[in-house]
T-cell receptor, first 114, second 115 residues
Framework: QKEVEQNSGPLSVPEGAIASLNCTYS??????FFWYRQYSGKSPELIMF????GDKEDGRFTAQLNKASQYVSLLIRDSQPSDSATYLC??????????????FGQGTILTVHP | GAVVSQHPSWVICKSGTSVKIECRSL??????MFWYRQFPKQSLMLMAT?????????EQGVEKDKFLINHASLTLSTLTVTSAHPEDSSFYIC???????????FGNGTRLTVT
């Protein structure tokens, strides 16, 4: 059973702080990892993807991947109230007949308060 | 970037009727499209994988005769919820795969309410 686990939160941080979102996955063969942001009633929008161990930065967002620990995280620097949303961690199935399938975590609700 | 268009964005129907949802890739050819369902306060659950020109592959527990999927071209996949019931009320979202290992692109979703 392929699983992706996230702390459902809610995670509350003050404006300007760093928000840290964590995700673990069970399939050691997974190669591709994605973070999506979902506002209430809306479809998920891609924030970042990461394939290699280490950090990947894009503006205020940094994704971190540690395949040995089967752990992926998302850091949001200088958090803004507009960042308040549900953040979904997703893992792309490795291949074969399952190629392209995303397995989602349950999502972490982030609230950034002024 | 790649754009996926989903229509309608919301629909209300009576119990027992059928509803068709369209998913189009606007600026790319999608050999594979995915249909997800999301109930309130839950995460996205994959329902089925739609491949152009072949039968869809359904996830365990998803009734293929109830959720009919047609992927007749490289830019269009449709999901038909047949004989809808109130428990089918959900947020249905499609996504499309562009090239191998590319991030999936999601449509805007369809909010289905069955009364």
């Amino acid at each position: 059973q392929k699983e992706v686990e996230q702390n459902s939160g809610p995670l509350s941080v003050p404006e300007g702080a760093i928000a840290s979102l964590n995700c673990t996955y069970s399939d050691r063969g997974s190669q591709s990892f994605f973070w999506y942001r979902q506002y209430s009633g809306k479809s998920p929008e891609l924030i970042m993807f990461i394939y290699s161990n280490g950090d990947k930065e894009d503006g205020r967002f940094t994704a971190q991947l540690n395949k040995a620990s089967q752990y992926v995280s998302l850091l949001i620097r200088d958090s803004q109230p507009s960042d308040s949303a549900t953040y979904l961690c997703a893992v792309l199935n490795a291949g074969g007949t399952s190629y392209g399938k995303l397995t989602f975590g349950q999502g972490t609700i982030l609230t950034v308060h002024p | 970037g790649a754009v996926v268009s989903q229509h309608p964005s919301w629909v209300i129907c009576k119990s027992g009727t059928s509803v068709k949802i369209e998913c189009r890739s606007l600026d790319f050819q999608a050999t594979t499209m995915f249909w997800y369902r999301q109930f309130p306060k839950q995460s996205l659950m994959l329902m089925a994988t739609s491949n152009e020109g072949s039968k869809a592959t359904y996830e365990q527990g998803v009734e293929k005769d109830k959720f009919l999927i047609n992927h007749a071209s490289l830019t269009l996949s449709t999901l038909t919820v047949t004989s809808a019931h109130p428990e089918d009320s959900s947020f249905y979202i499609c996504s499309a795969l562009t090239v191998n290992d590319s991030p999936l692109h999601f449509g805007n979703g369809t909010r289905l309410t069955v009364t």
